[in-house]
């Protein structure tokens, strides 16, 4: 596919089957690796032809028809060939021809398609020689809404009147799309374009405002948004601008445009690229953002929501037994989509935290340069980052990485203690850690394991770092008093769970209460104890008298972390007859922090205060809580009047309480305030709450809602998925509509990682072992290629979730009953 100003992917054939030789591949712009920087010859195509940068043609206004368009491509054939073979999907060529330079044109007499492989290969009647040509194509291709390559995205203009623009997702795959051509040109000439990726470059017709300033080093830093909206985009353009100069002096590399730009799209589905080394990209991508964030905004705590966001995630999937390795080799283009995932992501991630924190930072900024500067547009390999960070470090990074990228799974740390005299010592032990249970497999993983030790006397400072190379090892603590406490993991930093003995768990327990444990190391503990339950090597019942030990709490990402632990819980337990109950355990965990923070904000307050308010507050909301429940009703009834309108941070938690022990007016009050918003952030927060209605006719009617054209196409996910995290039937009736509009919805998102999302949000709340039989079966007769990792995900969950209620439903029901006997009457 070729992008204005850059390499053509293409080629002649493959030297293995034929002619020609095995050539380097033409340089990679962003210099992370051959996959992840997205290499301009794709790693499936031969290499005996290759296109120059600098190609032009017109860019198209958007409308909705059938489009013509075509390139023309300065080309060096390497190898006599009569075949050149590119990338391509959806575009069908009418005419195609090569001309040598200096000589007559050859048209080309045959275009083999093979749609599967997303490749097609041009014939010519006579061999094409060595040397340089010009290579020209025609072709017809559709600008549809599909929200891949060159697309077609619905806005309304602040008149009310809906237009379309023509924007670019050119990640991944996807990049291989048409770029069609109209008779009415306006033609649209740009400075050319340096070498970079294919998934770097986007163009967008259409009518937009902006805002801009320049970095201190000089860039010019555009933010594009819908007309009438430029004030929208100013703190993002804040963000641009200060990220420059943080990246350029972190790595000690210049940023290597005079501009950047960036713009808001209404429809859009997010971007994933290519082949084996994806997760290096993505995964360093996800990692630096946040070292970005925290050193613009400190006071984030970003490092906290993390752990919460990125890191508790990628481990819930990677116990999984049908969780894959960080590198997967990728053999075919559906393939992509199955690993874009929180494996690549945000385990990728993680890892690179752990990475960071082993080598430290003054090595780690030193190896990265190094890295860049030699492989800057020049493709690249995950070893190759790892041979500069070796070399900057003197660590073993590759024999330590490698044990974390090319085997799945992570390893579960036992840990116990004895006294002896002033030394503590601890004994180690690692296993491969499994949702299923204890790890019973033949063969015996072993990760090299950095790990760090703390201990009460300065929780904030590691008092021992190791490298665990081995199954076992021992460790002595020296100095550390008997009522000390001990722990694992400083920072939760570690891509490991920890199982303490009791003795040691008991001993951190205060530590909880007190807040000495830093914040990040609570909420670690508390996850670690969760998945433990989870996987039925601990009792949940342990879990919940830990979480009892939080009431102390202050910090927004520990109380959210426990918040979505809780909604796991409940949604297992609304199988069972004691569903209200567990609501209970939720209300008198969340009352004496509701109480604390009240309604209002109050001076002082940051950020995270006021989105600790909404979580608490929706929880305590959605768990019946009278008072929360009446003040609700009646900031809700104000909002709507006009009297008082809610402030951003309360509506969330207001929509859902109200729509939760609401009825049909409810609903469609809060359906008339969808239609009226004017910021899709409105729009997105009532989306996400629709699902919260109780009543069976009610909730057809918002799953009807999600295929309307009143919701944008890649929110439809987030609606009934919000429908089927809603409720019991909820959920069955998601599926059922989910069973019954497949092949609209199949075909709404192309196949993308959405379907996959769709899928997940919608499944994996069930608890019943037949329900993964119905799942399996249902997608052997509907298949969904890209989305067949999920699939088996989802179906090993629900066989799980089942397998946790049936194991731990009674001793839980009857804790709660203990519970609530023990407690004074009100």
Avoid at 289 to 295: I, M, R, W
Avoid at 499 to 504: G, I, K, L, P, V
Wanted: proline share 6%; with cysteine; net charge negative.
């Amino acid at each position: 596919m070729l992008i204005p100003g850059s390499l053509p992917e293409f080629s002649g054939p493959d030297p293995a089957q034929g002619p020609g030789f095995q050539d380097d591949p033409p340089p990679s712009p962003f210099p992370s690796n051959d996959s992840a920087a997205v290499t301009l010859f794709s790693p499936n195509l031969p290499r005996s032809c290759r296109g120059d940068p600098g190609s032009a043609f017109p860019i198209p206004l958007a409308r909705e028809t059938f489009e013509a368009g075509g390139f023309t491509a300065a080309v060096l054939v390497r190898q006599a060939t009569n075949q050149i073979v590119m990338n391509c999907a959806d575009i069908d060529i009418i005419t195609a021809s090569y001309a040598p330079e200096g000589d007559e044109e050859i048209h080309a007499t045959g275009f083999n398609y093979q749609n599967e492989d997303e490749k097609v290969t041009l014939s010519f009647p006579s061999t094409l020689q060595t040397g340089t040509g010009t290579l020209k194509i025609d072709f017809v291709g559709e600008l549809n809404d599909k929200m891949k390559g060159f697309y077609r995205s619905k806005y309304t203009t602040p008149t009310g009147e809906v237009r379309y623009a023509a924007v670019t997702q050119f990640e991944n795959v996807i990049d291989r799309k048409p770029y069609p051509d109209d008779e009415n040109l306006v033609e649209v000439k740009f400075a050319r374009t340096p070498v970079m990726s294919t998934y770097l470059v986007a163009f967008v017709v259409g009518e937009y405002d902006f805002v801009e300033t320049r970095s201190k080093d000089g860039v010019c830093v555009r933010v594009y948004t819908p007309v009438g909206k430029a004030e929208q985009g100013k703190f993002a353009l804040e963000v641009a601008a200060k990220t420059l100069p943080f990246y350029k002096d972190y790595f000690n590399v210049p940023y290597p445009l005079p501009k950047i730009d960036l713009i808001a799209i209404a429809d859009f589905a997010a971007g994933k690229e290519w082949w084996t080394h994806l997760w290096l990209n993505e995964g360093f991508a996800s990692w630096i953002e946040y070292l970005c964030v925290d050193h613009c905004f400190p006071e984030y705590d970003i490092w906290t929501q993390f752990v919460s966001a990125d890191y508790t995630r990628a481990q819930e999937l990677d116990a999984l037994d049908n969780s894959h390795p960080i590198e997967v080799n990728v053999g075919h283009p559906s393939e992509v989509d199955e690993i874009f995932d929180a494996i690549s992501y945000s385990k990728g991630a993680s890892v690179i935290r752990m990475l960071h924190d082993y080598i430290g930072d003054k090595d780690f900024k030193k190896g990265m340069n190094m890295y860049l500067t030699k492989f800057q547009q020049k493709n690249a390999a995950t070893e190759d980052l790892w041979e500069s960070l070796e070399n900057a470090s003197g660590k073993p990074i590759a024999a330590v990485m490698n044990t974390w990228t090319k085997q799945m799974g992570f390893p579960l740390i036992y840990v116990e203690a004895e006294q002896v005299e002033d030394d503590r010592v601890l004994r180690l032990s690692q296993k491969k850690f499994c949702a299923s249970g204890p790890y019973v497999g033949e063969d015996y993983p072993q990760w090299m394991v950095p790990i760090t030790i703390s201990t009460s006397e300065d929780p904030n400072q590691a008092k021992l770092k190791i490298l665990m190379e081995k199954p076992e090892m021992n460790v002595v603590l020296k100095n550390v008093k008997p009522d000390q406490w001990v722990k694992l993991n400083l920072g939760t930093v570690g891509f490991y769970r920890t199982q303490y003995s009791s003795a040691m768990l008991e001993s951190l327990l205060p530590g909880i209460r007190d807040l000495s444990l830093p914040p990040v190391d609570r909420l670690g503990l508390q996850n670690d104890l969760f998945s433990l339950a989870r996987a039925g090597i601990i009792s949940t019942v342990e879990v919940l008298k830990v979480m009892e030990a939080f009431v102390n709490e202050p910090n927004y990402t520990v109380w959210s972390d426990l918040s979505c632990n809780l909604g796991i819980l409940s949604t297992l337990l609304s199988h069972t007859d004691f569903y209200e109950e567990i609501q209970e355990f939720v209300k008198d965990v969340f009352s004496p922090i509701g109480e604390r923070l009240g309604w209002d904000p109050k001076p002082g307050e940051g950020h995270l205060d006021a989105l600790l308010r909404g979580l608490v507050l929706g929880k305590l909301g959605k768990a019946g809580h009278k008072a929360t429940l009446e003040e609700a009703r009646r900031r809700f009834k104000e909002h709507v009047e006009g009297k008082q309108i809610l402030s951003a941070d309360l509506r969330s938690p207001v929509y859902l309480t109200v729509l939760k022990h609401g009825d049909g007016t409810t609903l469609d009050v809060m359906l008339k305030l969808h239609k009226q918003a004017d910021m899709q952030e409105e729009k997105n927060r009532i989306e996400r709450v629709l699902g919260a209605t109780l009543s069976p006719e009610l909730i057809q009617k918002v799953l009807t809602f999600a295929l309307s054209e009143e919701v944008r196409p890649q929110d439809t996910v987030s609606v009934i998925g919000g429908v089927a995290g809603g409720s019991k039937h909820g959920r069955k009736a998601a599926w059922k509509f989910i069973k019954d509009n497949w092949e609209e919805l199949y075909n709404r998102y192309q196949g993308g990682f959405l379907i996959s999302r769709l899928i997940k949000l919608s499944v994996e709340g069930f608890a019943v072992d037949k329900m993964a039989g119905e799942v399996k079966a249902f997608f052997e007769s509907h298949p969904a290629p890209s989305a067949e990792r999920t699939i088996q995900q989802c179906c090993e969950n629900i066989l799980l979730n089942a397998a946790w209620l049936k194991r731990d439903a009674e001793s839980i029901h009857q804790y709660l009953l203990q519970r609530k006997a023990s407690l004074p009457s009100v």
